[in-house]
């Protein structure tokens, strides 16, 4: 019997209401409350209390954090606005084919346009032609404005993501929405799956081009500004840091087309969750080993930078093989070699709201079989090895990766519930194959 793909958010029916109430209400509030300030206390300790959180809780460090706390600017808003208007053209000028997403729960199929690899080579020559070439301003320029530029953009997108709930409500761009009557579940979560704002996918522009594509431009001026200081080139640590995390960004417009089926996109609505993370915590806190070494540099030796450097490009390979690989065995119905052999499928079925009944391949081998998500951690590890060249005497540089074990096993968590309510019987017979959601014999 094929399973009723419904429109899901975490805030299950079949939750106790004091469950519900804390997940629908009390860590949206939290999260909503907190997450705004860390990502400036995170550039306040590292840009003037050399990267070390202790001093933060000293009466010198409170009085720091006060009077260096970062306001919005006109300035920090007009870098925004031409980064965000260069990404705009870039993605409608750039030639690239036409990607049709998977299928809603409500039976739409979001079209995006593949040119994200061109767009990231172009954003940094462009950035770097500015700068070292034409001279039109320092390469250093994001990291002299970066308090000011996370301020302006924490603010504008607070008010952005209140557009987004009552656009959702009122003018939806799909059948994909909805309200759980909520408004702090609603605002925090989103309600609406797909908005397009004139012809231009939301989540293609700010997720993939504002977010995943400031990434490597904030990065590369840290860098810069690090050996504008030291008068020379950037340090060792600092490359490799760097180096990892643009290999790690390059796979990612590479492999766009897999991130349109990923849950980002797939199942989590656009409201603060989404819309607020890719905006601004993805460049307060997705880059803070290398924010963290502009001011406290730290000098490692050879063999240790190629040892960070080859678990980073392993584990870079290792997450793209396995997202390739359940991606090849659905665009070749299953006709293809895992591993050198046939791969072991279950053919699952569900149907969308409309009634129509679909089917998809679920890989029960490779890195599939292995765990349900075991993909998630070569993407731990690939962080860690951009953390490591930060040396061990602070915990900021490892935030991140702290931060993103516990996304991803919340993630796991989320997804497994999502395919079960998705495709009954059938997800609980590919549960029975692959026992583990993440790491075996441990979760
Ligand atoms: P996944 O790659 O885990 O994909 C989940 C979806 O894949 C499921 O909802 C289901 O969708 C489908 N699926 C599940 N099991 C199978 C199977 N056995 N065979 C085929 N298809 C299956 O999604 P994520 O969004 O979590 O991750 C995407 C990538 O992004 C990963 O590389 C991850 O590491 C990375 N990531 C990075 C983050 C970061 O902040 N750095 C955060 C989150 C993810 P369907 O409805 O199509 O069946």
Same mark, same amino acid.
């Given at each position: 019997m094929p399973s009723t793909q419904k429109l899901t958010?975490?805030?299950?029916?079949?939750?106790?209401p004091a469950v519900r109430f804390f997940r629908t209400t009390v860590a949206p509030l939290f999260l909503m409350l907190v997450t705004p300030p860390a990502a400036i206390v995170f550039w306040i300790v590292c840009t003037?209390?050399?990267?070390?959180?202790? $001093?933060?809780?000293?009466t010198g460090g409170l009085r720091t954090a006060v009077d260096r706390w970062p306001w919005p600017t006109w300035r920090a808003a007009a870098l925004i606005a031409v980064f965000l208007a260069v990404q705009l053209v870039l993605l409608k000028v750039l030639p690239g084919k036409s990607y049709d997403g998977p299928l809603s729960p409500t039976g739409s199929r979001p079209r995006y346009k593949l040119n994200g690899v061109a767009a990231f080579l172009l954003t940094l020559a462009l950035f770097l032609g500015g700068s070292c070439?034409?001279?039109?301003?320092?390469?250093?320029i994001v990291w002299d404005h970066f308090g000011a530029i996370l301020s302006t953009i924490i603010v504008f997108a607070l008010f952005f993501c209140l557009l987004l709930y009552y656009k959702g409500i009122?003018? *939806?761009?799909?059948?994909?929405h909805s309200q759980s009557g909520s408004f702090v579940f609603d605002y925090y979560?989103?309600?609406?799956?797909h908005p397009e704002v004139l012809g231009v996918n939301l989540k293609q522009l700010?997720?993939? $081009?504002?977010g995943m594509m400031g990434w490597p431009v904030i990065i590369v001026s840290f860098a810069a500004k690090q050996a504008e200081l030291r008068h020379g080139w950037p340090g060792t640590a600092m490359l490799v840091c760097v180096g990892l995390q643009l290999v790690y960004i390059f796979k990612f417009f590479y492999w766009e087309s897999g991130y349109f089926t990923s849950l980002d996109i797939m199942?989590?609505?656009?409201?603060y969750y989404i819309c607020w993370g890719v905006m601004c915590w993805v460049p307060a806190v997705y880059t803070l080993p290398a924010q963290f070494l502009v001011m406290s540099p730290v000098t490692i030796s050879v063999p240790y930078a190629v040892f960070c450097a080859v678990l980073g490009v392993a584990s870079i390979w290792a997450n793209y093989a396995a997202d390739a690989q359940r991606q090849r065995v659905r665009a070749t119905d299953g006709k293809t070699t895992v591993w050198g052999k046939a791969p072991d499928v279950i053919r699952a079925t569900y149907r969308t709201a409309d009634g129509k009944e679909h089917e998809s391949l679920l890989l029960a081998s490779g890195y599939w079989g292995i765990a349900r998500h075991f993909h998630y951690v070569p993407e731990i590890l690939l962080a860690l090895a951009w953390s490591l *060249?930060?040396?061990?005497?602070?915990?900021v540089p490892y935030f991140y990766v702290m931060f993103l074990t516990i996304l991803l096993l919340d993630r796991s968590v989320r997804d497994d519930k999502r395919c079960r309510l998705k495709y009954g019987a059938d997800w609980d017979a590919y549960c029975a194959k692959v026992r583990w959601k993440v790491v075996p014999g441990i979760f």
């Open positions: 958010t975490w805030a299950g029916d079949s939750e106790r003037h209390l050399d990267g070390s959180l202790q $001093r933060l809780f000293t070439g034409a001279g039109l301003y320092s390469a250093g009122h003018r *939806p761009s799909t059948g994909d979560w989103g309600t609406e799956l700010l997720n993939c $081009r504002f199942h989590d609505r656009f409201g *060249p930060a040396g061990f005497n602070h915990f």
